[in-house]
Nanobody, 125 residues
Framework: QVQLAESGGGLVQEGDSLRLSCAVS????????AAWFRQAPGQEREFVAA????????YYTETVKGRFTISRDNAKKMVYLQMNNLKPEDTAVYYC??????????????????WGQGTQVTVSL
């Protein structure tokens, strides 16, 4: 049974940092892409960052480039999202996802088979 479990969310102030973690079980992470998506109230789920298997290439949405960093530890089956200089517009539920879409589709949430339950990130002014 495949399980993804996020942790590390919370309430922070603008400019603060958070590190999200995603524990993966039931699949060989080294053979899978891993990504973070987020969903704000009333909004569609949007791509944040992805780490292509086995972990040498990363992709980011423009609004988080230079502030967020995705990383992974395949041996520990962990995926991380370091978020620096957080802004109120980063407020959302953050989801970890994993699957094996083509690289051209790595930003598309519908291409991911496995999802975590999400962790709330709230950034106040």
């Amino acid at each position: 049974q495949v399980q993804l479990a996020e942790s590390g969310g919370g309430l922070v102030q603008e400019g603060d940092s958070l590190r999200l973690s995603c524990a993966v079980s039931g699949l060989p992470l080294i053979n899978y892409h891993a990504a973070w998506f987020r969903q704000a109230p009333g909004q569609e789920r949007e791509f944040v960052a992805a780490s292509a298997r086995p972990g040498s290439n990363s992709y980011y949405t423009e609004t988080v480039k230079g502030r967020f960093t995705i990383s992974r530890d395949n041996a520990k089956k962990m995926v991380y999202l370091q978020m620096n200089n957080l802004k109120p517009e980063d407020t959302a539920v953050y989801y970890c996802a994993s699957s094996t879409p083509a690289l051209s589709a790595i930003r598309r949430p519908e291409m991911y088979r496995y999802w975590g339950q999400g962790t709330q990130v709230t950034v106040s002014l």
